[in-house]
């Protein structure tokens, strides 16, 4: 054989060897077991590392280089996304027994997570992995521990070890409203006229439009505004439903899946038909083990009924706060990293896959059966000093009844602790509340008389605003500084990276807070960095905490 014949046999072997890590036939048999029938296209990415993680309680290189393989994607883009979210836990070495997720937001941090996560640490030793997580969602029960996939509400560390020691790691299953229970209460029967014909596209959004419903997961878009862009989009469209409620304080979601998810289904199911979505996406936050087992089961019964659907898709999310924001939410239902979009295109032009996409809150859509069935004024009807509609706020911190409590839109935080949460805890007084979550500012005690409502907290106070109306009371025994600086460590670590303001402005901005005294001048001027040059809202809010602390609390930094 001559020299060049040589030279291009040893060519074409070259490029039909694999490159990169080997995958070796006991990982790519056990990624197969695990598996099994699951879909492979790019798509189910996050679903498929969820699969091998809830087998083998960590995700090893091994395991992952199988994964690609299978899905035929590149190693590093499997790596990328899996590295991304705070739930996947890579390691070569042994998986622990079992993870105990320390609460420690703003609610679980007053509540005393601090000491519970010490004491765990050294009560479980090697017997855990304790760690500390953002929020999970129970505000309400603060502290809170997950042991494994089970929350631990009001956290003491007897019950966190007998949890551990016993094995009780598995996610308890609410005891929600069934579809037959649902159906026997007339549940579907407003979509079901929706589909004969009875009524019609201009009727329910004229409904809509009069009882002043707006976006419930914190920008307060017009609903029916919403549904008029995008049914007016040409092509196939998507609705896609954010239940990946990370806010911390905010936890009203739960609350409404626990008890009546097939009502937040009928509300899909007649927005999916209003804009002729032939696709429902829902987006449920990984931290809501019992729901998403609890709706999984209910999803498969909606599907075998009578009811015609469009195709019903439901999503886990893997850990991260940023996935609120909805581009963010689109990336990692299409199987990436969560970064947010720069925009235009806008969603409602080119979203999930880069079909027109209707993007709303679960609880938005939980209200509109019932505003079809009893009418737009029952809705509208609700409301003080010149709002309109109900609002569901997440309430936590110190008062007597911390919980979701469904109270007029416009109350004040003052008349809201006194109606609805049973007055301060005995002995302490109002000292600041948070109107809403993290991201929307700290307010003092002397301005509580502020109407709660989209537009009139940020007329009053330019720094906050209400958002998903998750309210953390505040007493004398907490300092608003301390409040502040829990809030920009959160954004620090749930930044996903993706701009440099946001990235860098975060950690500098915890840095700078942890001072005796703060230099206002500079945090004033990183503040506006970050309000001015942030892709998304994460970064735009972020430094809320810092100037509504320097305006109302000077004398905690100065």
């Not at 030793?125 to 500390?132: D, F, K, M, S, T």
């Not at 979601?253 to 829902?282: K, M, N, S």
């Not at 939980?366 to 409301?383: C, K, T």
């Not at 110190?398 to 935080?413: E, F, L, Q, S």
Request: with cysteine; hydrophobic share 40%; charged share 20%.
């Amino acid at each position: 054989m001559s020299e060049e014949k040589i030279i291009s046999v040893k060519r074409q072997n070259a490029r039909i060897k694999t490159k990169g890590r080997i995958v070796s036939d006991v990982a790519m048999q056990r990624v197969r077991e695990i598996l099994n029938d699951a879909p492979l296209t790019a798509e189910y990415l996050i679903e498929n590392l969820h699969r091998l993680q809830d087998a083998e309680r960590c995700l090893t290189t091994d395991h992952m280089a199988a994964l690609a393989a299978l899905m035929n994607l590149p190693m590093a883009a499997v790596y990328e996304v899996a590295t991304f979210y705070h739930h996947f836990h890579i390691t070569d070495d042994s998986a622990p027994a079992v993870t105990v997720r320390v609460c420690r937001s703003l609610s679980c941090e007053m509540a005393g997570a601090g000491e519970l996560m010490k004491s765990l640490q050294q009560a479980l030793g090697e017997r855990a992995q304790v760690i500390a997580a953002p929020c999970v969602g129970r505000c309400s029960c603060a502290p809170v521990a997950v042991a494994g996939q089970n929350a631990v509400e009001r956290a003491t560390v007897p019950q966190v070890i007998s949890a551990v020691e016993n094995g009780d790691t598995a996610p308890v299953i609410p005891a929600a409203q069934t579809f037959s229970d649902y159906q026997q209460q007339g549940g579907y029967d407003t979509y079901r006229r929706c589909v004969q014909g009875e009524l019609t596209f201009e009727e329910v959004v004229r409904a809509l439009e009069e009882s002043h419903l707006r976006g419930l997961g914190g920008a307060g878009f017009p609903a029916a505004r919403k549904w008029r862009i995008v049914g007016g989009e040409a092509g196939d469209k998507i609705l896609a439903v954010n239940i990946d409620e990370g806010e911390p304080g905010t936890f009203k979601d739960r609350y409404y899946l626990e008890r009546a998810p097939h009502q937040f289904l009928e509300g899909a199911l007649i927005a999916a038909w209003a804009v002729t979505a032939a696709d429902v996406y829902i987006y449920l936050r990984d931290e809501y083990h019992g729901c998403r087992l609890m709706l999984e089961s209910e999803l498969a019964i909606l599907r075998a009924s009578d009811i015609v659907l469009p195709r019903l898709h439901l999503r886990r999310g893997a850990g991260a706060y940023i996935c609120g924001e909805e581009s963010a939410m689109i990336e990692s239902i299409e199987g990436k990293r969560g970064e947010p979009r720069l925009r235009p295109p806008y969603v409602a032009q080119e979203g999930v896959f880069n079909r027109p996409t209707l993007e709303h809150n679960m609880e938005t859509l939980h209200w509109v059966p019932e505003i079809l069935r009893r009418g737009a004024a029952w809705f509208a009807d609700h409301g003080r000093r010149e709002r309109h509609g109900l609002r569901s706020f997440s309430v936590s911190g110190r008062v007597n009844k911390p919980g979701v409590h469904i109270a007029p839109a416009g109350i004040t935080v003052r008349e809201l602790i006194d109606e609805y949460c049973g007055g301060m805890v005995s002995g302490q007084t109002l000292y600041g509340y948070l109107p809403g979550g993290a991201s929307g500012g700290i307010l003092p005690a002397a301005l509580d008389n502020i109407p709660l409502d989209f537009d009139t907290v940020q007329a009053a106070a330019g720094d906050c605003f209400i958002g998903s109306a998750a309210i953390i009371v505040l007493s004398e025994k907490d300092c608003a500084r301390d409040a502040a600086l829990n809030m920009l460590q959160f954004f620090e670590d749930e930044s996903c990276g993706q701009c440099t303001p946001c990235r860098v402005g975060t950690a500098k901005a915890a840095q700078l807070m942890q001072a005796p005294k703060w230099d206002a001048a500079l945090l004033e001027e990183l503040s506006q960095a970050m309000a001015d040059a942030s892709i998304c809202g994460l970064g735009q809010a972020a430094p809320n905490p810092i100037r509504c602390v320097l305006k109302y609390f000077p004398h905690e930094v100065c």
